[in-house]
């Protein structure tokens, strides 16, 4: 079992930078891909960033790719979303995820969710 808690988000003006952090309890956090996500409201949740277990692979959606960064620390057992040139667009929940299997659907293979940090990018 891995409990899986957010923290970091916060209101911030366009083009400035937030700095989310997961943190994960349970033995098996440096054996998973982990992955941030986010939800606006009125829409579905949708894929932001991903990593692999050794943190050598990561993966972003198009519309944060050169504008976010995701990292790990597995002594730590922690996951960070470096979020630079924010934009209103990105105002939403950001959630962090434990990979459980592989699909090549982004959105799907993922379980384990915390509870969301808001995130707030005001114009």
């Known amino acids: 079992q891995v409990q899986l808690v957010e923290s970091g988000g916060g209101l911030v003006q366009a083009g400035g930078s937030l700095r989310l952090s997961c943190a994960a309890s349970?033995?098996?956090?440096?054996?998973?891909?982990m992955g941030w996500f986010r939800q606006a409201p009125g829409k579905e949740r949708e894929f932001v960033a991903s990593?692999?277990?050794?943190?050598?692979?990561?993966d972003y959606a198009n519309s944060v790719k050169g504008r976010f960064t995701i990292s790990r620390d597995n002594a730590k057992k922690l996951v960070y979303l470096q979020m630079d040139s924010l934009k209103p667009e990105d105002t939403a929940v950001y959630y962090c995820?434990?990979?459980?299997?592989?699909?090549?659907?982004?959105?799907?293979?993922?379980?384990?969710w915390g509870q969301g940090t808001q995130v707030t990018v005001s114009s």
């Open positions: 995820a434990v990979r459980q299997y592989y699909s090549p659907d982004k959105t799907l293979g993922y379980g384990f």
């Open positions: 349970g033995r098996t956090f440096s054996s998973s891909a």
């Open positions: 990593i692999s277990r050794n943190g050598y692979s990561t």
